[in-house]
């Protein structure tokens, strides 16, 4: 059964796809526009630039110059930010909800009104490489994700980090951030989500006026074209060593299938495992390596369910002051051996799925929370169905499929381990 409130759904004659989330505790709405493309729709060679042009995107407009949208935000009380992902990129704002159609208005207006003078562009480029430079260069624990990343995904763009290789985004320009956009940013190719104290009609009649009036791109819809990830039938190993490192870590990656693409039901058995195998400090993970044995001070997994093309399983443990990380990864596989060899009990299981169940209710009670989780389906590849139906196929797994996946997917052959150790000084 559904616990999420009863959506309204659209589109306008233009394409752009229109969502409704009623929530009418507050007079409050979060405004938010999804477009169908991120860090993995980069052409190549020029990594970063859906991020790069993130940031160009607040550089204003004929109509609104450099720092109006913000300072109209910031005027009325209300919040603003963007973020950019593999999959997509998304802009919002968080009003009271009298403003609700003054931000459609900014917001149509830099989907096609950007304008980009050079100096803007360039210096807003450096912006973009400092800001590289202080997450990921300076950090040796971001390096080692980025080379995980790169190694897991061999052919793939998720190996490519989403704000960019340094050497590429030094040479990103003006007329590549034009190209991009030009592309992308249209109605046919975007998702207007608005939550909060709205009523469809209302939110309808707005979107026609704002929204409504810009034109579909020119051509059809931008396809999305990526490569597919080989099969690749061999362990991997990846280690980092660096003096600023304080504490070492491994993790173990896999590639795994997406909720759009999973056979079965195994997407939801593969979020109900990694609940058990370190989803909490009840996991097993959590159990063997931190409380009972101890070889860790912490221990967890994660299951990446929402990407477009293919998905990604992981689990990492920190060890304890002198616990070597070979030792550490045998424990931990001793762990998972037991989850493909043996079916978790029905309590175990029960208390899985409760919980996470329990964990998506409690994400409802934000609204900006959930209409995040309606754009990353819907730009995945999902539908608002997959949202409604996705607690009662959490409450369909069983034992067998936690022990099937376990043995399809979490195989220590195919797997890509990483080691962040402390550089000799």
Not at 62 to 82: C, L
Not at 95 to 101: D, P, Q, S, T
Not at 176 to 193: H, K, M, S, T, V
Request: aromatic residues 8%; proline residues 5%; glycine residues 8%.
């Amino acid at each position: 059964m559904s616990t999420l409130p009863a959506f309204g759904h659209f589109h306008l004659e233009n394409g752009l796809e229109v969502v409704i989330i009623p929530d009418h505790r507050a007079p409050v709405v979060t405004h938010m526009i999804y477009y169908r493309n991120g860090a993995a729709d980069d052409p190549l060679g020029k990594s970063g630039i859906a991020h790069f042009l993130e940031h160009l995107m607040f550089k204003g407009t004929e109509t609104n110059p450099k720092g109006s949208f913000s300072n109209i935000v910031a005027d009325v009380g209300g919040q603003e930010n963007a973020f950019t992902s593999y999959d997509y990129t998304a802009y919002y704002q968080r009003v009271a909800k009298e403003h609700l159609g003054r931000m459609m208005t900014l917001e149509c207006d830099r989907m096609t009104g950007l304008v980009l003078e050079g100096p803007e562009v360039l210096s807003e480029r450096d912006v973009v490489i400092e800001e590289r430079k202080m997450r990921a260069d300076s950090d040796p624990a971001a390096q080692l994700q980025e080379s995980l990343m790169a190694t897991l995904y061999v052919h793939h763009p998720y190996g490519t980090p989403v704000i960019g290789w340094g050497h590429e985004i030094e040479e990103l320009g003006r007329e590549d951030a034009l190209a991009y956009y030009r592309r992308f940013y249209r109605p046919d190719n975007a998702i207007l989500i608005v939550a909060g104290d709205v009523e469809e009609g209302e939110v309808r009649r707005l979107a026609e006026e704002t929204y409504g009036k810009v034109r579909p791109g020119n051509g059809g819809k931008p396809e999305r074209r990526r490569v597919r990830e080989p099969e690749i039938k061999a362990s991997r190993f990846v280690s980092l060593a660096d003096q600023k490192v304080e504490q070492p870590m491994t993790q173990k990656l896999y590639i795994v299938p997406n909720y759009i693409r999973a056979p079965e039901n195994d997407a939801a058995a593969l979020e109900v495992l990694s609940q058990i195998l370190g989803g909490s400090q009840t996991s097993r993970l959590y159990r063997s390596l931190v409380v009972n044995r101890p070889l860790a001070v912490a221990a967890g997994s994660w299951y990446w369910s929402d990407a477009l093309d293919i998905g990604q399983f992981g689990h990492y443990a920190v060890p304890m002051e002198g616990v070597a990380l070979p030792d550490l990864d045998a424990a931990a596989e001793e762990v998972i051996a037991e989850l493909r060899n043996t079916d978790v009990g029905g309590k175990e299981l029960a208390r899985a799925r409760t919980r996470l169940i329990a964990d998506m209710v409690y994400a409802q009670d934000s609204q900006a929370h959930l209409a995040r989780m309606v754009g990353s389906t819907l730009t995945t590849g999902g539908e608002i169905d997959d949202l409604a139906r996705w607690s009662d196929r959490i409450r369909s797994v069983e034992a067998a499929d936690v022990r099937r996946v376990a043995n399809r997917y979490l195989l220590p052959g195919k797997a890509v381990t990483g080691h962040l150790t402390k550089a000799a000084a």
